[in-house]
């Protein structure tokens, strides 16, 4: 066997890959066998490419395959900076610090009201206080990646119990049965394919439309009116901003149908399971916050709060109100903490607001969503909905699609919090882990304001599709109509 180094000080001097050479010669553990012909290389630097990844890492770092964001040609959607403050800035969408996932730097871009003069919105202008009455939403850029599998027996088998960090590629191709490496994303409810722990696999909310990446919501989606309780379907009162109202009371096929008509040119539609696992999971990598969310506990069900420290949810009932001894906004120290990045430019409302309605459900079990099989299965694309098997019960994690955070943060367990009742709780910070069953057919994420310890960004609960003034949703953005066909 001849050590690599000897190898690299050969190279260094004849070789444009003199820097990798350098960073590898104190890899002292790597070897190079001078019989294997199993390499299919051609060049030495592809040789120590090969070399490099073999032991475990990559000579590109992931951050240098993060899918360029998705911008319109019309133009609606805007990419701009946030400031600690919250203050937004346009820039261009070529501009290196739009984003930077690798500093937890999230893309945004938000969409102005219909009617808005967007002249002075050009690259470089500021926004104003006043400016803000004429933003209709914000949205977030959640780029394609593969993940590091590490519960794809939820049955109990292999359970891997300790919380940790959900190991993230970003990459924009989809992974291949490579045993030991990586395998086909199933896609379907119940099924793990050629998935084992350990491989990794391309998370399904990007394979379903077919997309390098989406846009979601960076709040719950609000209702830009004096209420927030009409059970309606009207596109033109979404708004989606800090401070704002959730829209509640609203039932599944209004929620659904109020989100698809929002904006058919960028393929809008509510947000489903396996898009709002995506989310989670890049939230509890080295690119996110890597950790449980704090909760929005703000009772009127205000946007981008976050819980004060000084105010204890340990238990359930948590403790909710309004105002700064509760809580604070999302632009603040303490509001970072309710973001998927744990600063202003991520995802908020993933833990606590109002419970969050899943386009996700039971087959065949529509309850008092509102839909039934002609109005919703037979008249939507099913990329617009994640189906579960009709057979599923209170406790049929097996029946999760790999990707969706729900299986994969077991093992579960069956006990009381408070007067919470008899839930499963998953391994995963202890949120509630109660799968779609016969009475609650309907996914629903992330905890009520009032939930206290039972909020979370992995809590995963079974709701019956209908109006309630805890229910809202949010929205998605696939940022070009794939599917143009309307019921």
Same mark, same amino acid.
């Given at each position: 066997?001849? &050590?690599?180094?000897?190898?690299?000080?050969? #190279?260094?001097?004849?070789?444009?890959?003199?820097?990798?050479?350098?960073?590898?010669?104190?890899?002292? %553990? #790597?070897?190079?066998?001078?019989?294997?012909?199993?390499?299919?290389?051609?060049?030495?630097?592809?040789?120590?490419? %090969?070399?490099? @990844?073999?032991?475990?890492?990559?000579?590109?770092?992931?951050?240098?395959?993060?899918? &360029?964001?998705?911008?319109?040609?019309?133009?609606?959607?805007?990419?701009?900076?946030?400031?600690?403050?919250?203050?937004?800035?346009?820039?261009?969408?070529?501009?290196?610090?739009?984003?930077?996932?690798?500093?937890?730097?999230?893309?945004?871009?938000?969409?102005?009201?219909?009617?808005?003069?967007? @002249? /002075?919105? @050009?690259?470089?202008?500021?926004?104003?206080?006043?400016?803000? %009455?004429?933003?209709?939403?914000?949205?977030?850029?959640?780029?394609?990646?593969?993940?590091?599998?590490?519960?794809?027996?939820?049955?109990?088998?292999?359970? #891997?119990?300790?919380? !940790?960090?959900?190991?993230?590629?970003?990459?924009?191709?989809?992974?291949?049965?490579?045993?030991?490496?990586?395998?086909?994303?199933?896609?379907?409810?119940?099924?793990?394919?050629?998935?084992?722990?350990?491989?990794?696999?391309?998370?399904?909310?990007?394979?379903?439309?077919?997309?390098? =990446?989406?846009?979601?919501?960076?709040?719950?989606?609000?209702?830009?009116?004096?209420?927030?309780?009409?059970?309606?379907?009207?596109?033109? /009162?979404?708004? #989606? /901003?800090?401070?704002?109202?959730?829209?509640?009371?609203?039932?599944?096929?209004?929620?659904?149908?109020?989100?698809?008509?929002?904006?058919?040119?960028?393929?809008? !539609? $509510?947000?489903?399971?396996?898009? +709002?696992?995506?989310?989670?999971?890049?939230?509890?990598?080295?690119?996110?916050?890597?950790?449980?969310?704090?909760?929005?506990?703000?009772?009127?069900?205000?946007?981008?709060?976050?819980?004060?420290?000084?105010?204890?949810? &340990?238990?359930?009932?948590?403790?909710?109100?309004?105002?700064?001894?509760?809580?604070?906004?999302?632009?603040?120290?303490?509001?970072?903490?309710?973001?998927?990045?744990?600063?202003?430019?991520?995802?908020?409302?993933?833990?606590?607001?109002?419970?969050?309605?899943?386009?996700?459900?039971?087959?065949?079990?529509?309850?008092?969503?509102?839909?039934?099989?002609?109005?919703?299965?037979?008249?939507?694309?099913?990329?617009?909905?994640?189906?579960?098997?009709?057979?599923?019960?209170?406790?049929?994690?097996?029946?999760?699609?790999?990707?969706?955070?729900?299986?994969? $943060?077991?093992?579960?367990?069956?006990?009381?919090?408070?007067?919470?009742?008899? %839930?499963?709780?998953?391994? +995963?910070?202890?949120?509630?882990?109660?799968?779609?069953?016969?009475?609650?057919?309907?996914?629903?994420? *992330? *905890?009520?304001?009032?939930? =206290?310890?039972?909020? *979370?960004?992995?809590?995963?609960?079974?709701?019956?599709?209908?109006?309630?003034?805890?229910?809202?949703?949010?929205?998605?953005?696939?940022?070009?109509?794939? !599917?143009?066909?309307?019921?």
């Amino acid at each position: 066997m001849k &050590k690599v180094f000897l190898i690299l000080l050969i #190279i260094f001097s004849i070789s444009s890959v003199s820097v990798i050479a350098l960073s590898l010669c104190n890899a002292k %553990d #790597i070897e190079y066998n001078a019989n294997d012909n199993s390499w299919d290389v051609d060049t030495v630097e592809d040789a120590l490419n %090969d070399l490099y @990844q073999s032991n475990g890492s990559n000579i590109n770092d992931s951050c240098n395959n993060v899918a &360029k964001p998705k911008i319109d040609a019309e133009g609606k959607l805007i990419p701009v900076i946030l400031s600690d403050d919250g203050k937004a800035t346009v820039v261009s969408e070529s501009d290196p610090n739009w984003y930077n996932y690798c500093e937890k730097k999230w893309a945004n871009v938000i969409i102005l009201n219909d009617g808005v003069d967007k @002249q /002075k919105y @050009q690259v470089g202008y500021q926004l104003t206080e006043e400016d803000e %009455d004429e933003i209709e939403s914000y949205f977030v850029w959640i780029p394609k990646y593969k993940y590091k599998l590490w519960n794809v027996y939820s049955n109990g088998k292999d359970a #891997i119990q300790q919380v !940790h960090s959900i190991d993230i590629v970003f990459d924009t191709t989809n992974t291949t049965d490579i045993p030991g490496e990586s395998c086909v994303t199933p896609m379907e409810s119940g099924k793990i394919g050629d998935c084992n722990n350990e491989e990794y696999m391309t998370h399904p909310a990007f394979i379903s439309f077919g997309v390098d =990446g989406f846009w979601v919501g960076k709040f719950e989606t609000g209702y830009d009116g004096t209420t927030n309780n009409y059970n309606v379907k009207d596109a033109s /009162k979404v708004i #989606i /901003k800090p401070n704002v109202l959730s829209w509640r009371n609203i039932n599944v096929k209004n929620m659904f149908e109020t989100a698809y008509e929002y904006e058919r040119d960028l393929d809008s !539609h $509510m947000m489903k399971n396996t898009e +709002w696992g995506a989310v989670a999971y890049l939230s509890h990598s080295k690119y996110g916050i890597d950790r449980e969310i704090n909760l929005n506990n703000n009772n009127l069900y205000k946007t981008g709060y976050s819980s004060s420290p000084t105010v204890n949810q &340990k238990w359930y009932q948590g403790t909710s109100g309004d105002g700064g001894i509760y809580n604070q906004l999302w632009n603040t120290d303490v509001g970072y903490l309710a973001s998927t990045t744990g600063n202003i430019t991520g995802v908020y409302d993933m833990s606590g607001g109002a419970w969050e309605n899943m386009a996700s459900y039971r087959s065949g079990t529509y309850l008092n969503s509102g839909f039934n099989s002609e109005t919703f299965e037979n008249a939507y694309d099913d990329a617009y909905y994640d189906l579960y098997n009709s057979n599923s019960t209170l406790n049929s994690f097996q029946n999760m699609i790999l990707g969706d955070a729900t299986g994969e $943060m077991g093992p579960f367990n069956l006990y009381v919090v408070g007067t919470s009742g008899n %839930d499963y709780h998953n391994s +995963w910070y202890g949120d509630p882990a109660n799968f779609i069953n016969s009475p609650g057919s309907w996914f629903e994420r *992330g *905890g009520d304001c009032t939930d =206290g310890v039972l909020t *979370g960004q992995f809590r995963f609960h079974a709701v019956n599709g209908g109006a309630s003034n805890r229910m809202g949703f949010r929205l998605v953005l696939v940022g070009e109509n794939k !599917h143009p066909t309307s019921p």
